[in-house]
């Protein structure tokens, strides 16, 4: 069955700092893969989203890789801010996705 | 609706009670999904609409789900003779894109609706 991995353990970095968040899936081969941002008790956001013909995608402070071969998305936050923590979800697919546990990102100030 | 509208926001039922949570998309959204998402995990697929068709239906935990999207635009979860493992938060999103268009059209997902079943 598709598998999604993510670190479940939080991230804690220092504002300025850049933050690496992985995310690794195995049984699948998606043409696409999408990155989402969950508050504490809210619905998910839609950060971004990278194609499979697509090594990097950015926007603003965010950058997203997607290495088929590894079957790997590495999602990137320079610059971070406090603002920035929350839990970031990575889901393979375009429209019925199959979303990872998330990774708890801490940025202190 | 700016976005995606769900109620009740909370409900708590009590085990063996139906439960009905409603979903409004964003206006002229064609697609309609319902997520599950317990605590600490990422949200679970559970139904796809496309307009007033429930074209994958393969998430639904057991016959006692049922979702209905009767005229293409709300649509309505129901969970019969509710039983502790249905305690989740349950997520409703629409997203503009019919399925197998490669543009990619974004998903909003709504705030949820947080069942307790006690």
């Known amino acids: 069955s598709q598998k999604i991995e993510q670190n479940s353990e939080a991230l804690n970095i220092q504002e300025g700092k850049t933050a690496t968040l992985t995310c690794n899936y195995t049984?699948?081969?998606?043409?696409?893969l999408q990155w989402y941002r969950q508050d504490p008790g809210r619905g998910p956001v839609f950060l971004l989203l990278?194609?499979?013909?697509?090594k990097e995608k950015r926007k603003e402070r965010l950058k997203v890789t997607f290495d088929t071969t590894l079957k790997q998305s590495l999602f990137h936050i320079t610059a971070s801010q406090p603002a920035d923590s929350a839990t970031y979800l990575c889901?393979?697919?375009?429209?019925?996705?199959?979303f990872g546990t998330g990774t708890r990102l801490l940025v202190s100030p | 609706g700016a976005g995606v509208s769900q109620s009740p926001r909370y409900k708590v039922a009590k085990r063996g009670q139906d439960v009905a949570l409603r979903c409004d998309p964003i206006?002229?959204?064609?697609?309609l999904f319902w997520y599950q998402q317990a605590l600490g995990q990422g949200p679970e697929f559970l139904t796809y609409?496309?307009?007033?068709?429930?074209?994958?239906k393969s998430g639904l935990p057991s016959d006692r789900f049922f979702a209905e999207r009767p005229e293409g635009s709300v649509s309505t979860l129901k969970i019969q003779r509710t039983q502790q493992e249905d305690s989740a938060v349950y997520l409703c999103?629409?997203?503009?894109?019919?399925?197998?268009?490669?543009?990619?059209?974004?998903?909003?997902f709504g705030e949820g609706s947080w069942l307790t079943v006690v």
């Open positions: 609409f496309q307009n007033e068709a429930q074209l994958d």
């Open positions: 049984n699948y081969s998606p043409a696409y």
């Open positions: 999103a629409s997203s503009l894109a019919i399925s197998g268009t490669a543009s990619g059209n974004t998903i909003y």
């Open positions: 889901a393979p697919g375009f429209q019925k996705l199959v």
């Open positions: 206006s002229g959204h064609v697609s």
């Open positions: 990278i194609r499979e013909n697509e």
